[in-house]
């Protein structure tokens, strides 16, 4: 062929590749379409498997890797640019190299698929194992960015949703690349038809198995359920640290609180814009009270410490139960403080973001005993991580994230953290509340189920029915070490065949050569 023609069809594949990148997303919410994830993920190996070379099968998985998170995490550019003030031509080249970065993951996937000689161990192998591999890094490495996980399109109803409690996102992410790879494989001619039905088979077993897990019950409920009230406010981002704004704010809140008589009430992140040591006294008794005659007790986002010092954001109780505090841990790089201040400190003359140099929370920081419960609480960004919400259980009833999604405008990140928080209630088998300024609010059954939510962008309080549970789940008991475990195995195993695989290629090339030979 042409190498006019040869190029042609490589950029063609490339294209392709971007395209079903963009495909996975809908997997994810609002839309739930995960069998278009299965399908993306299947034609991203399906073309790795046949990949000539390492350079090309990392430049499909980059290709796929690029089409996927600039479709998926399109609102880091509104969070920059609409809500960070960064001028337009900044916020997209940011989004872009950020974007470009994370497409490293899936490029270094199909990197190393395609440097397995033999096509059955490519697909059936090196690529889930590289996938689920770097789906694990990408959740930790530069503090982590573990959003787009393809696990999370199996919550709540995907087939594999029931692997969730035994083996994680990551696990659950994995199992999903190995169906795909399965698919793939019995749409490859390198093995007889038989072989090729039995990887279908095998595909449809773990679709089977994950269904099946779906009923088992990891933990029991405690006690009698209890009632439950969150708070949206939806306070304007670009109002909501503007000082002649604070009063309407405490008023809105005030209102709000004071309107849903249930044992716990919950308030969004930084619900009420002002330090501690800043609210009047008279506004913290009115609330303490109030809790007090619902016989539980309220939950409220806001900063604490001062400017002057160490500064948090926390979320304190007031009411029946003595005063209890809760401060993030994880915070967000850029956006809660700035890494590495001497290199990148010019950052903060771009974006303007408000108290933008929080301190950590302490890292052995336990539940809260408010409202009748034990509430592991976490801040927004927080339960994407699988792992550290964990480390408050299995002393924890319930999980309860509050967050401030209003950065993000009207894109798909609400959705989207929506459905780690639904991932961590299977995970844990727990019920998750959702407390957040402009939405998602809502309440998750300890299925991962939204059971009730709140229109987004529209001030409201969703009040329900709070059960809690004990017990625990395998994975809140060992964390993602069994799967790394398990990859560490397959690892070996990999390392063993590749040689071996690599030299049976090398002698078969140098007999044809010799029998090309006059």
């Known amino acids: ?69 600039l479709a998926g995490a399109s609102w880091i550019f509104v969070s920059l640019h609409d809500y960070g003030d960064m001028p337009a031509g900044l916020a997209a080249l940011a989004t872009l190299l950020f974007c470009a970065f994370l497409a490293l993951f899936p490029a270094a996937a199909g990197a190393l698929g395609a440097a397995a000689s033999n096509p059955t161990l490519r697909l059936l192998l090196a690529l889930p194992l590289a996938w689920g591999v770097g789906e694990w890094v990408r959740g930790w490495i530069f503090t982590g960015f573990p959003w787009l996980a393809v696990g999370y399109t199996q919550v709540p109803d995907g087939p594999l949703a029931g692997f969730a409690p035994l083996v994680g996102v990551y696990g659950a992410g994995y199992l999903l690349a190995l169906v795909a790879a399965l698919l793939a494989w019995a749409a490859t001619r390198h093995a007889s038809l038989a072989l090729r039905l039995w990887g279908v088979v095998a595909a449809a077993a773990c679709c089977v198995v994950g269904l099946a897990l779906r009923d088992a019950n990891w933990t029991t409920p405690a006690g009698p359920p209890t009632s439950v009230s969150l708070l949206q406010g939806n306070v304007s981002q670009d109002m909501k640290w503007r000082p002649e704004a604070t009063l309407a704010t405490l008023r809105l809140y005030a209102r709000q609180a004071a309107a849903a008589p249930a044992r716990l009430i919950v308030m969004p992140e930084t619900a009420l814009p002002i330090f501690e040591s800043d609210l009047p006294e008279t506004y913290r008794t009115a609330l303490a009270d109030l809790g007090r005659a619902n016989g539980g007790d309220l939950l409220i986002g806001m900063p604490t410490g001062d400017l ?22 994880h915070l967000v790089p850029f956006g809660e403080y700035l890494p590495w201040r001497p290199l990148w400190g010019w950052v903060l003359d771009v974006l303007h973001i408000p108290l933008s140099d929080f301190a950590r929370g302490a890292v052995d920081q336990r539940p809260l005993a408010i409202g009748g419960q034990r509430v592991a609480a976490n801040i927004c960004y927080e339960d994407a991580f699988g792992e550290e919400i964990i480390r408050q259980l299995p002393e924890a009833t319930v999980l309860a994230n509050v967050s401030n999604l209003a950065w993000f405008g009207d894109s798909l990140a609400p959705w989207q953290h929506a459905q780690m928080s639904q991932m961590r209630a299977l995970e844990t088998g727990r019920m998750m509340l959702r407390a957040t300024n402009t939405g998602l609010t809502a309440i998750i059954d300890a299925r991962g189920r939204i059971v009730a939510a709140l229109p987004l962008f529209q001030p409201g309080t969703l009040s329900g029915s709070l059960q809690g549970y004990t017990g625990a789940t395998p994975y809140v008991r060992f964390g993602n070490a069994p799967v790394l475990a398990f990859w560490a195995v397959l690892a070996v195993v990999w390392l063993a065949l590749y040689p071996r695989g690599r030299g049976c290629t090398a002698a078969q090339a140098a007999t044809a050569a010799l029998r090309r030979r006059p």
């Open 1 to 69: 062929m042409a190498p006019a023609g040869r190029r042609g069809r490589v950029i063609a594949s490339l294209a392709l590749s971007a395209l079903a990148g963009v495909l996975a997303v809908a997997g994810f919410a609002p839309y739930g379409l995960w069998p278009l994830t299965l399908l993306s993920l299947a034609l991203l190996f399906a073309a790795c498997g046949r990949a000539p070379s390492i350079r090309r099968g990392f430049a499909l998985g980059f290709a796929w890797g690029l089409g996927f998170f």
């Open 308 to 329: 002057a010092g160490a500064y948090y954001n926390s979320v304190l109780s007031l009411g029946t139960a003595p005063t209890q505090r809760y401060s993030k841990i």
